[in-house]
């Protein structure tokens, strides 16, 4: 493993390995609006088996929030983490709220009340007593809230209970709200092959700032493991029916997008890497802000991520081709 390839949190100064474990899919099954809002069932001694191994492994930054599997994510990491904490970066996201037994969720609250609430019940979650990032889920909010919620988590910088706190959202307006505060330190956005976001990458990075990337993998589908047979059941949020999902309508793959990885698949799995350490490598690539947090449930997932930084990121004459491939398509 490369121990010199770090990350650091923007201006908090946190040191992170370059790349994150995005927990969303080992919270287990869970519902919103009615439809299966998880990855399918999951088994939690592997979760917990994946996450040891990513730590020795050097990877030592978690990504999760407390509506994945309706507090079940959080759960299963505070188990995982147990006599480690001090070797670990915890980021969580909230805003969310639901019911833990029903694993169902009902809508946002963004009250400075519940927020207290809810970041006491992920520590409690996680047995720890602080949080290292603790995020805004709720990605387009009015801007009217965010001095409200930002006032909140400043309070608990002062408290203890978190270190520094972020936004996940693609909107710059809102990133550029959060970015006055000097106690916030990351912006989560989408990043990937197939959905670059050239200005809030800049952002960031000229505001000394994370990029905390999700979906770095788009859902997967840069795995390579799908074709135009391929159909996700509807207990995959894949398949669920969410209108917001991108790259699969009805549990298939779309097919731009098969076609896309296709015209750009040689140059991702060049010098030896797999399409997933590609897929990483390229948003490496774009910036030395970027940190992707892509998701696993399997042990064997973590390790192929992991093996990315032995690669590190890709040339800039190999960023410039696939822009150029994927620009003309």
């Given at each position: 493993m490369n121990q010199e390839f770090k990350r650091k949190l923007g201006r908090s100064g946190i040191e992170v390995s370059p790349l994150g474990l995005g927990c969303w899919a080992i919270g287990g099954p869970f519902f919103y609006a009615g439809m299966y809002d998880g990855w399918g069932d999951v088994d939690d001694a592997e979760s917990i088996k994946a996450i040891h191994r990513a730590l020795e492994l050097g990877i030592n930054f978690l990504d999760t929030a407390d509506c994945y599997g309706v507090g079940h994510s959080e759960e299963i990491i505070g188990k995982a983490i147990a006599g480690k904490r001090n070797n670990i970066v915890l980021a969580t996201k909230f805003g969310n709220f639901g019911n833990e037994t029903t694993k169902t969720l009902y809508g946002v609250n963004l009250t400075p009340d519940y927020i207290e609430r809810?970041?006491?019940?992920?520590?409690?979650?996680?047995?720890?007593?602080?949080?290292?990032?603790?995020?805004?889920?709720?990605?387009?909010?009015?801007?009217?809230?965010?001095?409200?919620?930002?006032?909140?988590?400043?309070e608990?910088?002062?408290?203890?209970?978190?270190r520094?706190?972020?936004?996940?959202?693609?909107?710059?307006?809102?990133?550029?709200?959060f970015a006055e505060r000097p106690n916030c330190s990351v912006i989560q956005h989408c990043l990937n092959v197939f959905n670059d976001a050239p200005q809030l990458v800049e952002f960031c990075k000229n505001s000394d700032l994370a990029s905390i990337n999700r979906s770095p993998l788009a859902m997967g589908f840069?795995?390579?493991?799908f074709n135009a047979e391929s159909l996700?059941?509807?207990?995959?949020?894949?398949?669920?029916?969410?209108?917001?999902?991108?790259?699969?309508?009805?549990?298939?793959?779309?097919?731009?997008?098969?076609?896309?990885l296709n015209s750009?698949?040689?140059?991702?799995?060049?010098?030896?890497?797999?399409?997933?350490?590609?897929?990483?490598?390229?948003?490496?690539?774009?910036?030395?802000?970027?940190?992707?947090?892509?998701?696993?449930?399997t042990t064997k997932q973590v390790e192929e991520n992991a093996k990315a930084i032995n690669f590190g990121p890709l040339s800039k004459n190999q960023m410039d081709e696939i822009e150029g491939i994927l620009s003309k398509g």
């Open positions: 809810a970041c006491d019940a992920s520590l409690k979650r996680f047995n720890t007593d602080y949080i290292d990032v603790y995020q805004l889920h709720e990605g387009n909010i009015l801007i009217s809230d965010v001095e409200t919620v930002c006032m909140t988590l400043d608990l910088v002062k408290k203890g209970k978190i520094t706190y972020g936004w996940s959202t693609d909107f710059i307006d809102g990133a550029k709200l840069l795995t390579g493991k996700l059941p509807k207990d995959d949020v894949r398949g669920a029916g969410h209108s917001w999902i991108q790259y699969f309508k009805d549990g298939k793959p779309v097919p731009e997008f098969l076609d896309k750009v698949k040689e140059i991702l799995t060049s010098n030896g890497r797999t399409l997933v350490q590609g897929a990483i490598a390229w948003i490496w690539g774009k910036s030395d802000s970027t940190i992707p947090i892509p998701g696993f449930k």
